[in-house]
């Protein structure tokens, strides 16, 4: 969507992350941490095809000892692939500053999804607009990550 009017984007939504990636890691979470105010984290799934390990930043809530993950995939119409790769092997890695974890992921359930997308929207309203935009198309996956 978002593409359609900006073509130059689609190759930023590449590069992007992984200078997100290098830089977080080579700081050990000390710069690319944060961004615009918001708590951000390194997912590392197995992909569930090709078994490599695939690292994403994702913005993260947190929520007790829990992190919040939000699939919006900048409001597309798909949901990213880091999330059929979780959900195919719930026990990825994260890095969330520089504290490197083993954690267990699941979908938000439908009876928490009200509660969960509240602390999400609360804490970041721009969620709000992806969720307007992609009504009728798919409902956004709010993945929860329970530190092992």
Known sequence: MFSRHFPYFTPLKRIIPAVHVAVYRTTNGRWSSKLAGQHMLLLTTKGRRSG???TVPLLYVPDGENMIVIASNWGGPQNPAWVANVL????PRVQARSRKMKVTARAASPEERARVWQVVTTQYGGYE????????VREIPLIILTPV
Do not use: H, Q
């Open 129 to 136: 607009s992806y969720a307007k935009r992609l009504e009728g």
């Open 52 to 54: 490599r390990k695939r």
């Open 88 to 91: 195919a092997d719930p026990s």
